[in-house]
């Protein structure tokens, strides 16, 4: 049951998750995505400037298959810099704004009979907060600090997970965010994890359920990496992302 009315929404699938809040790069050379950022770019106000970001599942083409070949939630992104190129692509910087769900997906405007963009009605999804998460955003955060311990390789192989209460895991100059929903995207963008867990992640309806996986799933993969002292095979499709 749907809980708001759906809006039209041009899409941009990718082979990856984005969550609210990320700064994504981008590097734009498809004519149907020139023609979007041309289009976003004619609208006064900056923070119109959106447009959907959907993950598509492995082996499946969203031009033929439709709405079956993406995941169900995606992120909408706002374009935030662009720089065009001298033969026609764009570079631009978007950041994560708000979590949707595709209710159905139609071809949009063709150019030069090139491939169609896509248009979606989506719903836009409430981000719930009981505001009562405090326990679970320290044992997330103690779980993603060993987990990063554990990646950047400041533990040596006589580590043992029953240690790691009695650590101080080094986070550099970072400073961690104390919002807790904020936390819960920055754990699900920064875990090496295979598309279903991620986007599992992102469809959570409340930051409470997503903290809650994200500690089982931080405290797998680190009893998996201290175990057999290998780290996971890190997935490079997105590019440069960050969680601002």
Same mark, same amino acid.
């Given at each position: 049951?749907?809980?708001?009315?759906t809006?039209?929404?041009?899409?941009?699938?990718?082979?990856?998750?984005?969550?609210? +809040?990320?700064?994504?790069? @981008?590097?734009?050379?498809e004519?149907?995505?020139?023609?979007?950022?041309?289009?976003?770019?004619?609208r006064?106000?900056?923070?119109?400037?959106e447009?959907?970001?959907?993950?598509?599942?492995? +082996?499946?083409?969203?031009?033929?298959? #439709?709405? *079956?070949? %993406?995941?169900?939630v995606?992120?909408?992104?706002?374009?935030?810099?662009?720089?065009?190129?001298?033969? #026609? =692509?764009?570079?631009?910087?978007?950041?994560?704004?708000?979590?949707?769900?595709?209710?159905?997906?139609? &071809?949009? &405007?063709?150019? *030069?009979?090139? $491939?169609?963009?896509?248009?979606?009605?989506?719903?836009?999804? !409430?981000?719930? *907060?009981?505001?009562t998460? +405090?326990?679970?955003?320290?044992?997330? %955060?103690?779980?993603?600090?060993?987990?990063?311990g554990?990646? =950047?390789?400041?533990?040596?192989?006589?580590?043992?997970?029953?240690?790691?209460d009695?650590?101080?895991?080094?986070?550099? !100059?970072?400073?961690?965010?104390?919002?807790?929903t904020v936390?819960?995207?920055?754990?699900?963008?920064?875990?090496?994890?295979?598309?279903?867990?991620?986007?599992?992640?992102?469809?959570?309806? *409340?930051? #409470? $359920?997503?903290?809650?996986?994200?500690?089982?799933?931080?405290?797998?993969?680190?009893? @998996?990496?201290? @175990?057999?002292?290998? @780290?996971? $095979?890190?997935? %490079?499709?997105?590019?440069?992302?960050?969680?601002?």
């Amino acid at each position: 049951m749907r809980e708001h009315p759906t809006e039209s929404l041009p899409l941009f699938p990718l082979n990856a998750t984005v969550v609210p +809040g990320l700064i994504l790069p @981008l590097h734009v050379f498809e004519t149907r995505y020139r023609r979007l950022v041309a289009d976003l770019l004619v609208r006064t106000d900056p923070d119109t400037r959106e447009f959907g970001i959907i993950a598509v599942r492995e +082996g499946h083409d969203p031009v033929t298959e #439709g709405i *079956d070949a %993406l995941y169900p939630v995606g992120t909408s992104v706002i374009l935030r810099e662009t720089e065009a190129n001298d033969d #026609g =692509s764009y570079d631009i910087v978007t950041v994560g704004s708000r979590r949707f769900r595709v209710h159905a997906v139609a &071809p949009g &405007p063709t150019w *030069d009979n090139n $491939a169609p963009l896509l248009m979606a009605e989506v719903e836009y999804l !409430d981000e719930i *907060d009981s505001g009562t998460n +405090g326990p679970l955003v320290r044992e997330a %955060l103690r779980s993603f600090r060993v987990y990063r311990g554990l990646l =950047s390789g400041q533990f040596g192989e006589e580590f043992e997970m029953s240690d790691a209460d009695d650590i101080d895991i080094d986070m550099g !100059d970072e400073e961690m965010p104390e919002d807790a929903t904020v936390i819960s995207y920055l754990i699900t963008a920064a875990m090496v994890l295979g598309m279903e867990e991620r986007q599992q992640l992102l469809a959570i309806p *409340d930051t #409470g $359920a997503r903290l809650r996986l994200a500690c089982r799933l931080l405290h797998r993969e680190n009893a @998996l990496i201290s @175990l057999f002292n290998a @780290l996971p $095979a890190i997935d %490079l499709s997105v590019g440069n992302g960050s969680v601002n």
